[in-house]
C-alpha cells in the first residue's frame, strides 16, 4: 500500500464518520415549539429565575442553537425581537395568552409572539415592574384594558420605543 493510499484512506474514513456524528439522533435536538417553565429557567438577559415573578414570560428559540432563551417580562422579549441590532433567525418566539394563564404564577398557554395582542401602560405589574401583558385574541386584551387600563396594539403596531427597558429595575424591589 502506498502512502498516498494511506492517507486517501484515513481523510475518507475520517469525513465519514464526520459525517455520521452530524446526522446521528441523539436526542439534543433543538425543540420545534415553546417549551414549559422548569424551576431554572432563568432569564437570558439578567439571570432571574422565572418561576419567582409575577406576570406573562417569554422565549424565544434562535436557528442554530439548541437552547431557548428566557425572559421574565414579555417587555423584554418584545424589546429583543423589535430593536433592529438584535435581528438573527429564529425558530420562533412565544409569550403567555394572560387570558388563560394565571398572573401570579403564569405557566403555559403559549402563543406566537408575532401575532399576539399586548396591552401596554396597564396597573398589572409583571417581574420588572410595568409589562406589556399579553393574549391570542385581540377580544381579550379589549378586556383586560377596562378591567385594569392601558391600551392594546397588535404585534405589529408596536415600536422599540413603546417597549423600552430603560428604567424596568427600578421598579422591582425584589432585586
Not at 78 to 98: C, H, K, Y
Not at 126 to 151: D, H, I, L, N, Y
Not at 154 to 164: K, N, R, S, Y
Amino acid at each position: 500500500m502506498t502512502r498516498r493510499r494511506l492517507l486517501c484512506g484515513c481523510a475518507g474514513l475520517a469525513a465519514l464518520g464526520l459525517a455520521g456524528g452530524c446526522s446521528r439522533q441523539d436526542g439534543s435536538a433543538a425543540p420545534a415549539g415553546p417549551q414549559p417553565i422548569t424551576a431554572q429557567a432563568s432569564c437570558s438577559l439578567d439571570g432571574m429565575l422565572l418561576a419567582d415573578y409575577p406576570g406573562p414570560k417569554g422565549q424565544i428559540l434562535y436557528r442554530g442553537e439548541r437552547e431557548v432563551h428566557w425572559f421574565c417580562d414579555t417587555t423584554e422579549v418584545l424589546d429583543t425581537l423589535l430593536r433592529p441590532e438584535q435581528v438573527r433567525p429564529l425558530i420562533g418566539a412565544w409569550v403567555q395568552d394572560m387570558a388563560k394563564a394565571d398572573w401570579e404564577r403564569p405557566q403555559g398557554h403559549w402563543v406566537d409572539a408575532r401575532t399576539a395582542h399586548y396591552v401596554l401602560g396597564s396597573r398589572r405589574h409583571g417581574s420588572m415592574g410595568p409589562t406589556a401583558a399579553s393574549f391570542a385574541e385581540a377580544a381579550a386584551a379589549a378586556a383586560f384594558v377596562q378591567q385594569w387600563g392601558g391600551r392594546a396594539l397588535a404585534f405589529g403596531a408596536l415600536t422599540p420605543e413603546a417597549v423600552d427597558l430603560t428604567g424596568g429595575a427600578l421598579h422591582d424591589t425584589r432585586m
